[in-house]
């Protein structure tokens, strides 16, 4: 069997792609596979480096605002679009998929369509509670709909075929106990906080968890408290903290740039505060835990709102809207968690409620349907 994979952009739009291809390994080990993604982006180095072949082609999206540099972006994703038929449709022919998946990203719509129209068995899956552009468009084209939250359902045609698979998480996010991963850490068994920005870091999140820590240090709270600073935070943070007397790493508090083991870290958290990444939330209702969230406002179509929304809407998290992010609304939440156990336990029973358990075994079985194509 011959396997086509297109999307690309983002992670969010490359691990799920990585780990459709891994479903599909599991049952069937002499599968071909073929990547299709764009020549610069993360997942001409991401794909590779997993083992896959990998072809590119160029494409992009259009800039809305107004600007001379984005009216010549606009101008080069024109002359993208108008080779990107041919492009896809000489890559489908050289490689002759049985079935095609995307995954989202704009370099997933060209060959999708293309898939679809040579009569290549094709499936999408959206991993937002809002979807993308290109997977809205293809909802149409495509045999098969994989969403991660129903939610989503509410933004495509009303006679689109769909299945709510979730979305496939590492099993190392379940693999240990709070004991064991509070062991690991040097940490007692007192109420947890991990928090993080992601690589790049998050300044919102920065901001306040430098004053979030010097809330509890300095009020001696049996509080053990993980933080992320990422890129962004390398040159504040560290500064920050020093000039509140706090070091980096004491019995209670582990500040560093990243989270190399979050794994563990998130197994030993009670709560979680950072953003609301289709991954991320998935990784969270997997282990079971309650969650601050502080959605990103400069992602299309403020997806991460409504990923957002739904932990909130079950009762598993709180929403802070960024522009309403300060200190003292932060170190407010926490306290009532703190505070009130009984809560903090309820929102982490509404996350696992969510989660998705058979996720793998829902995507594999879209899988079988297209294979009987």
């Known amino acids: 069997m011959k396997v086509l994979l297109a999307g690309g952009g983002t992670a969010g739009h490359i691990n799920p792609a990585l780990a459709i291809a891994s479903i599909i390994k599991e049952h069937h080990p002499d599968t071909e596979f073929l990547f299709v993604g764009t020549p610069n982006g993360m997942e001409a180095r ?35 679009l108008a080779t990107a038929s041919s492009k896809a449709k000489k890559i489908i022919n050289d490689f002759k998929p049985d079935i095609a998946i995307g995954t989202g990203g704009y370099v997933s719509g060209p060959v999708i369509k293309q898939c679809a129209k040579m009569g290549v068995a094709t499936a999408i899956h959206e991993q937002n509670a809002f979807p993308g552009v290109t997977n809205k468009l293809l909802a149409k084209e495509v045999d098969k709909v994989m969403l991660t939250v129903k939610e989503a359902l509410e933004y495509f045609d009303k006679n689109v075929n769909y299945k709510v698979t979730g979305l496939p998480v590492r099993k190392e996010i ?64 560290p500064d920050a903290l020093e000039d509140k007397n706090i070091p980096l790493k004491s019995k209670r508090l582990r500040v560093t740039e990243y989270i190399n083991d979050m794994d563990t ?109």
């Open 174 to 237: 379940t693999a240990k106990s709070r004991l064991e991963a509070r062991a690991e850490l040097g940490f007692d068994n007192e109420l947890c906080i991990l928090s993080f920005g992601g690589s790049l870091g998050a300044g919102c999140i920065n901001e306040t968890m430098v004053d979030v820590i010097g809330w509890h240090s300095s009020n001696n709270l049996k509080i053990n408290h993980i933080h992320g600073y990422g890129k962004m935070g390398k040159e504040t943070v």
């Open 46 to 80: 991401l794909i590779p480096q997993a083992g896959y072949n990998y072809a590119s082609m160029e494409v992009a999206g259009f800039q809305r605002s107004f600007s001379f540099e984005n009216i010549k972006r606009n101008f080069q994703a024109v002359k993208y």
């Open 265 to 373: 870290c998130l197994a030993a958290a009670d709560i979680v505060i950072c953003r609301s990444g289709a991954s991320t939330l998935a990784e969270l209702e997997a282990a079971g835990r309650a969650s601050i969230l502080i959605p990103s406002p400069i992602v299309t179509g403020n997806h991460q709102y409504h990923n957002a929304m739904v932990l909130s809407n079950a009762g598993a998290a709180i929403v802070i809207e960024q522009k309403n992010v300060t200190s003292e609304v932060m170190i407010d939440k926490i306290k009532e968690l703190y505070e009130n156990r009984e809560k903090l336990a309820q929102m982490s029973e509404n996350a696992a409620k969510l989660a998705v358990k058979d996720t793998d075994e829902r995507i594999y079985s879209v899988i079988r349907e297209l294979m009987k194509r």
